[in-house]
């Protein structure tokens, strides 16, 4: 079972191909559900920990804005733990919003940047389109190491 990093982390339809092909979807609903399920939080509504942003900082420059390190907080340590990658570019807003854009940058920086296995997609915007899409993601999962046949 390959750990696959998921771009928008936020699209739940990703999440289910990967898992359904015997993979582990990583991305930021995930981060965000582990931490608010995590007991012990200091500081609800906020959902953060004293230690949080010192890992943004790990991955992300001081001078950044601090919604980036925030982010980059939960992105980073997943990045690091992925062994494949899937990107969708030009994303339809319902299919997984990211939130800020020099975020997602510097996500898809840091994976290019890893040298894993990545897929990268448009956005399907017709039938024919999403039908190959799926075909496409289908053929990259099957192709790591670990999958499951669905």
Known sequence: MAKVYIYPGTSLILSDLVARFGHRPLGSALAV?????????????????????????????????????GRMSLHGPQIEEAEAGIIIRDADLAFGCMGCARTNELVQFLLHQRGIPLLELDYPRSDEEGIRFVASIREFLEG???GAPA
């Open 33 to 69: 559900r582990e931490k608010v399920q995590a007991p012990g939080l200091d500081s609800p509504p906020l959902q953060i920990t004293p230690e949080d942003p010192k890992k943004g900082l790990r991955f992300a420059a001081v001078e950044v804005p601090s919604g980036v390190r």
């Open 144 to 146: 790591l190491p670990g």
